[in-house]
């Protein structure tokens, strides 16, 4: 393979040459940072952006190692790298840009940009990583990195806290992924992911040491995604800068997600594996949505949906739904840095929106609304090739679908409903639907070459299915008929306990002693 297949690897290099000139510029408004901030990212997402335009012609290719005896750079060019480059890229361009306006008049905004640079091309290497022990290397050095930004204002306490969690948390993944790679190489006699791959297709059973190591892999991914119990830290960094908070979407908090598919010829040798990861990030799901739903802070409550979407992420990998877990990753990243970027505008749109009122639905209506759904979604599905041969898997994750549509056309279920509302829920279910699907199908058309398809489902898979559809029903109605009956003595204090997380993080600041009292305090 020609040295030419190494020239992705100038958009990290370019990015840490600006963060390290940004970080050395001193004062308001420093001018030389601001400049080599954003011709880097930019300069980058062209990289990233000609990377995939070239891929359709050259193939996936594996650029020269720089190194020897499986150490060094490589650089992984296949449609799962350069999508997840692009995101990273365009997702770092943005919020660059962003902290220009947001951080002015700040005196260390130079080492602001510089430090969103540094941690951009951290995760760049990251999912360009053609061996292991880069991946590896790159996925401590995001951690790091992204953890300066965490404590950027040290002044703040609960900035500390939140830094303080996610270190030990992301020192657990770390040790794990390592010791993954070390039986993962040991295995198959290479660190190379693609040779890895390559020779884990061809396998029926997993070789000694790879069943752990795809053990040690769901552990990484948890920790690095922050699924329940490691979640604590992720909804308490709201004491960073916003632009933070909307880089953690970057290919940061998704990059569990990025593993797990990364290595998914490996992780299909290991069934029990995949259950374990499916119950985790389904179950991390649910718990997010429901605490979710009772958050008043516009920040918390995103974050907490970050925590419940990467349950569901970590759920499509666990049911070995790879490419549709690439597409959330995708879709969520650019939404979520979206939703955190505009944040302060919440109230404006909260004053625009409609908000249907604590009316109690009809049954018999929202009976008519669930078969409209499953309606929806069998003809929407059709249309775009559903049927009886598709995966069962995909039918339990549609089934979750058609839990959201039920509860749209539950909100048009009051007779107080204009007809205008009606037909704009109807016309909104029939573009969420068909969107589903068409990105559903351009993601299997883009990754499903280079993906194992989902596994014949054993009982224990078709119990985690059926888990997941019913508590995703179960909360779906709670939700319809929640407003209604949120006067009563019973909601209230279901409210309080959901609104601090069931005080499951209370647990982890007890083990860090983040709840101990002041030496001399009389309180």
Known sequence: MSILSLAPLAAPLALIGAGLVARGQKGIRPTKALEVSRWATVAALVIAVASALVLPFTGSATSPLLGA????????LDALS?????????????????SRNYMDGDPEQGRFMGQLCVTVACVMLLVLSGNLVQLAVS???TSLAFDRLLVFYKDRPKARLAARKKFIVARI???CLIAAVVLVVSAFGTSDIAQILSSADGLTRAPDGVTLATFLFVVAAITKSAQFPTHGWLTEVMETPTPVSALLHAGIINAGGFLIVRMADVMVLSGSALHVLAM??????????IVMLTQTSVKVSLAWSTVSQMGFMLLQCGLGLFPLAVLH?????LYKAHAFLS??????????????DATKPDAGRLALGLVMALALYGVIGALFGLSVQTPVQVFALGTILVMGLTFLFAQASTGKTSQYILVRILGTSVVVSVAYFALHGLSGLALGHMLPAPLQPDLWAVAIMVLAVVSFAVVTFLQIFQPSNATSSFWRAARVHAANGFYANT???RFIGALNRPAGSSN
């Open 69 to 76: 005896m499986e150490v060094g750079v490589s650089i992984r």
């Open 329 to 333: 990753i995708v879709t969520h990243s």
């Open 280 to 289: 985790v990030g389904g179950f991390t799901a649910l718990f997010g949505a």
């Open 173 to 175: 993944g770390d040790m």
């Open 507 to 509: 647990y982890f600041d």
């Open 343 to 356: 944040s302060g505008s919440v109230v404006e749109i909260a004053r625009a929106s409609w908000i249907p």
């Open 82 to 98: 350069v999508i997840m480059m692009v995101l990273v890229a365009f997702v770092g361009t943005i919020v660059v840009q962003f």
């Open 139 to 141: 996925w401590i050095m």
